[in-house]
């Protein structure tokens, strides 16, 4: 059992109403509105049975300190696993979080035999947030008692498999600690970005500005949150994004027969990368640049922003 058994279960927790320019899109379309589902992940490898995140809470809670929320019939993780997929909370064995904000953190009480993993930094973080974030960690400060309140973390300090299969890497940016999450499977490396991008989109470019990404606006670091989004291109053959709809619901679970992989850290004439650090071993797995004429047909064919309004 392995790489070849694994498979990536997307279970959405509910939706967040957010800005298209002020969160989803640098220079994106502010004041136009974008409803975001807010996504975690089962992941069974035939050994062991995983979450990474643990999404959201009730709507009343999440609107009352957070953003508007619309639940749309989705349950929390735990219902989900035994209600929709047929496990019990009690079989998971670890939760590895990308990070440990309000919606990606919600339940995991609910989980009594799995080990707690979480960055170093985004522990130390959330035990202690620098004041402009206490609502994001859901500090005490203000009242609220945080999901992790009483929970002991195992803390990952640096780039390491923490399980058979299951790698945790630095995407700092959107927040001190952030870690995506590598899932090798029977079709390639599917990684878990968390918050490093909410979208498929912000891994392609913004022809406007000449920008190689499209990055998000929601960064404690944009320095940091722009090498994350190059370093999840230089990684994934596949990308879930938390917050993007189209990435998760593909398919009931992933990889799939068809998938569609993607072309890491491919040249595209007239967008330049800025880091040029490759992980070991992902050189050889670079895509060929595109032609002008292939770059061309691509840009034309890439959705603004914009148009993501209302959705």
Same mark, same amino acid.
């Given at each position: 059992?392995?790489?070849?058994? @694994?498979?990536?279960?997307? +279970?959405? %927790? =509910?939706?967040?109403?957010?800005?298209?320019? /002020?969160?989803?899109?640098? &220079?994106?379309?502010?004041?136009k509105k974008y409803w975001n589902p807010v996504y975690?992940?089962?992941?069974?490898?035939? @050994?062991?049975?995983?979450? +990474?995140? %643990? =999404?959201?809470?009730?709507?009343?809670?999440? /609107?009352?300190?957070?953003? &508007?929320?619309?639940?749309?019939?989705?349950?929390?993780?735990?219902?989900?696993?035994?209600?929709?997929?047929?496990?019990?909370?009690?079989?998971?064995?670890?939760?590895?979080?990308?990070?440990?904000?309000?919606?990606?953190?919600?339940?995991? &009480?609910?989980?009594?035999?799995?080990?707690?993993?979480?960055?170093?930094?985004?522990?130390?973080?959330?035990?202690?947030?620098?004041?402009?974030?206490?609502?994001?960690?859901?500090?005490?400060?203000?009242?609220?008692?945080?999901?992790?309140?009483?929970?002991?973390?195992?803390?990952?300090?640096?780039?390491?498999?923490?399980?058979?299969?299951?790698?945790?890497?630095?995407?700092?940016?959107?927040?001190?600690?952030?870690?995506?999450?590598?899932?090798?499977?029977?079709?390639?490396?599917?990684?878990?970005?968390?918050?490093?991008?909410?979208?498929?989109?912000?891994?392609?470019?913004?022809?406007?500005?000449?920008?190689?990404?499209?990055?998000?606006?929601?960064?404690?670091?944009?320095?940091?949150?722009?090498?994350?989004?190059?370093?999840?291109?230089?990684?994934?053959?596949?990308?879930?994004?938390?917050?993007?709809?189209?990435?998760?619901?593909?398919?009931?679970?992933?990889?799939?027969?068809?998938?569609?992989?993607?072309?890491?850290?491919q040249h595209i004439p007239g967008f330049k990368f800025?880091?040029?650090?490759?992980?070991?071993?992902?050189?050889?797995?670079?895509?060929?640049?595109?032609?002008?004429?292939?770059?061309?047909?691509?840009?034309?064919?890439?959705?603004?922003?914009?148009?993501?309004?209302?959705?």
């Amino acid at each position: 059992m392995g790489v070849q058994e @694994t498979r990536i279960y997307p +279970i959405n %927790t =509910g939706w967040l109403e957010a800005d298209l320019g /002020t969160y989803v899109f640098w &220079k994106g379309p502010a004041g136009k509105k974008y409803w975001n589902p807010v996504y975690c992940h089962y992941v069974d490898t035939g @050994t062991h049975k995983i979450l +990474i995140d %643990t =999404g959201l809470c009730d709507e009343e809670r999440a /609107t009352r300190y957070h953003h &508007k929320c619309d639940k749309r019939g989705c349950l929390q993780v735990h219902e989900h696993l035994e209600q929709k997929l047929g496990v019990h909370p009690d079989e998971i064995d670890a939760i590895v979080f990308t990070h440990l904000h309000w919606d990606h953190v919600q339940n995991m &009480k609910q989980f009594k035999n799995a080990r707690y993993i979480a960055p170093k930094a985004e522990i130390e973080m959330a035990f202690n947030p620098l004041p402009l974030y206490y609502r994001t960690y859901e500090s005490g400060y203000l009242g609220i008692e945080p999901a992790y309140a009483g929970c002991v973390f195992e803390a990952v300090a640096d780039e390491c498999e923490v399980l058979p299969g299951i790698t945790m890497f630095h995407t700092p940016g959107h927040s001190v600690g952030h870690m995506a999450v590598s899932v090798a499977t029977a079709m390639g490396d599917i990684v878990v970005a968390g918050d490093a991008i909410f979208v498929e989109r912000n891994l392609e470019p913004n022809p406007e500005e000449g920008w190689r990404h499209w990055v998000p606006a929601r960064f404690v670091n944009s320095y940091e949150g722009w090498k994350s989004v190059e370093e999840i291109d230089k990684r994934a053959d596949y990308v879930l994004p938390c917050h993007d709809e189209a990435a998760n619901a593909r398919a009931p679970y992933f990889p799939y027969e068809g998938m569609p992989l993607r072309k890491r850290r491919q040249h595209i004439p007239g967008f330049k990368f800025y880091f040029g650090d490759m992980p070991a071993g992902s050189v050889a797995k670079a895509a060929p640049a595109m032609t002008t004429a292939e770059a061309e047909r691509y840009l034309a064919g890439l959705k603004h922003p914009k148009d993501m309004a209302g959705t």
